[in-house]
């Protein structure tokens, strides 16, 4: 056993929302994962600008190499700065030395125009070469005639669409919503509410540190035929921190269940982001198995590789000043809370 892996991939992230730590508590506590929703999130992606969000994308590139994460599968949504985002998340990663595949996630909840924005934006970005998936909210914010259109132009991009599925009990009839659309390029993420025959092809995303924080329940992803990869849904990207969780969770519902499975999750990664397999992270800890990782806290990368390039060592991202980065996120992050 060696103390290297190839680089981790995070398969599901929202690298916008790194700025919302410490934000101003909502007017009321949400008691839903519905009402978490509306006075969370969408009241903090309404309020992002295109400068608030190359902060808060540089700030999670940054995280996600101290934490030997290469390559982020990034869902975005800012209904106010729609037009140059995916390209303001891209820059930003490649300015840090991560990969990144993002997307615009849309929705009907500021009407068609809304919509129709979104989806242009996902393919602009993609027919001018940007690594990217169709993006969609979930179908519960979406027309049928939206979620119609975005699986045709992933179709006409040869990309798969990449979607929240049945995460709270709002979408438990997305497996009806989506039926006939779905194929095996697309990302379903969480699935907690999917019934074990759901019907639906792709990747499902498990994301067990936000479903727990959402209170929405436990996917259990080991009962589903298809594929499962593992992300954080935005909190952070510590791979390996999932994993251990995504390990300690199975376990909770099921004693006979190994790390190799969990881990197993994480390596659907590689087969989401072929090009991670080639970048070489480092480790604090050896060897790098699960079974030694499920039970080992605290395992760090030393050094990390991307694409042949070093972009982090003896504790520093070598690309960008990170002492810089957190203070002008910090600085964009007031701006933000003080619009909330
Ligand atoms: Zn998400």
Redesign the pocket.
């Given at each position: 056993m060696t103390s290297t892996t190839p680089g981790l991939v995070c398969a599901?992230h929202?690298l916008y929302s790194t700025l919302a730590r410490g934000m101003p508590a909502p007017p009321k506590t949400p008691t839903s994962f519905h009402e978490i929703l509306e006075q969370v999130w969408w009241r903090l992606d309404t309020a992002l600008d295109l400068e608030m969000l190359r902060w808060s994308a540089m700030l999670g590139a940054v995280e996600a190499l101290e934490n030997g994460t290469t390559a982020i599968i990034d869902?975005h949504e800012s209904p106010n700065a729609i037009e140059g985002s995916l390209d303001v998340i891209a820059e930003a990663c490649a300015e840090v030395g991560v990969r990144v595949n993002t997307t615009y996630g849309i929705t009907d909840r500021h009407g068609p125009e809304g919509a129709r924005r979104g989806l242009a934006e996902n393919e602009r970005f993609i027919r001018a070469g940007g690594n990217g998936y169709v993006g969609v909210h979930a179908s519960f914010t979406c027309t049928d005639e939206s979620l119609r259109a975005a699986a045709e132009l992933a179709d006409d991009l040869g990309v798969g669409v990449h979607i929240?599925v049945a995460e709270g009990i709002d979408d438990i009839d997305a497996p009806e919503r989506l039926a006939g659309l779905t194929n095996d390029s697309w990302l379903l993420?969480h699935g907690v509410h999917l019934p074990d025959d759901h019907g639906l092809s792709g990747t499902i995303v498990h994301?067990p540190r936000s479903n727990l924080n959402n209170a929405v329940g436990y996917a259990n992803p080991a009962r589903f035929t298809n594929p499962v990869a593992l992300g954080t849904?935005?909190i952070g990207a510590n791979m390996i921190e999932e994993f251990r969780l995504a390990y300690v969770m199975e376990r909770s519902v099921d004693v006979t269940a190994s790390p190799e499975e969990a881990w197993s999750w994480l390596a659907t990664g590689w087969d989401l982001f072929p090009e991670a397999r080639d970048d070489v992270v480092t480790w604090t800890y050896e060897p790098m198995d699960p079974w030694h990782l499920a039970f080992t806290p605290g395992v760090m990368p030393t050094r990390v590789e991307v694409d042949g390039e070093v972009v982090f060592t003896d504790g520093r991202t070598t690309r960008v000043d990170s002492a810089e980065v957190r203070a002008k996120a910090r600085e964009q992050a007031a701006r933000l809370h003080a619009r909330l």
């Amino acid at each position: 056993m060696t103390s290297t892996t190839p680089g981790l991939v995070c398969a599901h992230h929202h690298l916008y929302s790194t700025l919302a730590r410490g934000m101003p508590a909502p007017p009321k506590t949400p008691t839903s994962f519905h009402e978490i929703l509306e006075q969370v999130w969408w009241r903090l992606d309404t309020a992002l600008d295109l400068e608030m969000l190359r902060w808060s994308a540089m700030l999670g590139a940054v995280e996600a190499l101290e934490n030997g994460t290469t390559a982020i599968i990034d869902h975005h949504e800012s209904p106010n700065a729609i037009e140059g985002s995916l390209d303001v998340i891209a820059e930003a990663c490649a300015e840090v030395g991560v990969r990144v595949n993002t997307t615009y996630g849309i929705t009907d909840r500021h009407g068609p125009e809304g919509a129709r924005r979104g989806l242009a934006e996902n393919e602009r970005f993609i027919r001018a070469g940007g690594n990217g998936y169709v993006g969609v909210h979930a179908s519960f914010t979406c027309t049928d005639e939206s979620l119609r259109a975005a699986a045709e132009l992933a179709d006409d991009l040869g990309v798969g669409v990449h979607i929240h599925v049945a995460e709270g009990i709002d979408d438990i009839d997305a497996p009806e919503r989506l039926a006939g659309l779905t194929n095996d390029s697309w990302l379903l993420i969480h699935g907690v509410h999917l019934p074990d025959d759901h019907g639906l092809s792709g990747t499902i995303v498990h994301n067990p540190r936000s479903n727990l924080n959402n209170a929405v329940g436990y996917a259990n992803p080991a009962r589903f035929t298809n594929p499962v990869a593992l992300g954080t849904d935005g909190i952070g990207a510590n791979m390996i921190e999932e994993f251990r969780l995504a390990y300690v969770m199975e376990r909770s519902v099921d004693v006979t269940a190994s790390p190799e499975e969990a881990w197993s999750w994480l390596a659907t990664g590689w087969d989401l982001f072929p090009e991670a397999r080639d970048d070489v992270v480092t480790w604090t800890y050896e060897p790098m198995d699960p079974w030694h990782l499920a039970f080992t806290p605290g395992v760090m990368p030393t050094r990390v590789e991307v694409d042949g390039e070093v972009v982090f060592t003896d504790g520093r991202t070598t690309r960008v000043d990170s002492a810089e980065v957190r203070a002008k996120a910090r600085e964009q992050a007031a701006r933000l809370h003080a619009r909330l």
